[in-house]
């Protein structure tokens, strides 16, 4: 049998060291239930605490362990809904395309200082330069976009090798 506190009034129901706070239904004038896995007590407010023994468990305990239950496994319920919700939003073509287009924009960034006027670099491979960047402008307008979001499975345009030029 598992060991049980119960306290009403913070709206606590404790199985087995594992608390849980939420509504339920108690008698007005408890102040606790403790249960240690074979016997307990009730403390009142307005009365003298009632011992509890192996047999009142299934009247005095097991009712307030079935509220706990039901609302953990509500919680389950629902954080696994979420966590499904989450999953969905996440895997969603739109969370995709702006993965996609987030990597898309840091390959651009890493090129920014070969495209500048003062940058030594030879014309043709400004001009490769220049394609490379147009070609990753133009990947979430491609068929198939977004793929994976921008990982191993997006098509990316390979770096051109640039040489610069000698002074």
Known sequence: MPVVTVVPKDRLIIV???ALNFAFDAP?????????GQRGH?????DDNWPLELEAYEDEVAPYVALWQAEKARREKAAAEAEAARLAEYDSEPVRFECLRAERDSRIAATDYLIMPDYPLAEDSRAAVQ??????RDLPTQEGAPWDGGGEATPWPAMP???????
């Not at 009730?42 to 307005?46: F, L, P, Q």
């Not at 394609?131 to 990753?136: C, F, K, M, V």
């Open 28 to 36: 007005e004038t408890m102040h606790a239930l403790q249960w240690d």
């Open 16 to 18: 087995d060291g594992v």
């Open 161 to 167: 090798a640039v040489q610069a030029l000698r002074g």
């Open 42 to 46: 009730i403390e009142w407010t307005d």
């Open 131 to 136: 394609s490379y960047r147009q070609a990753l």
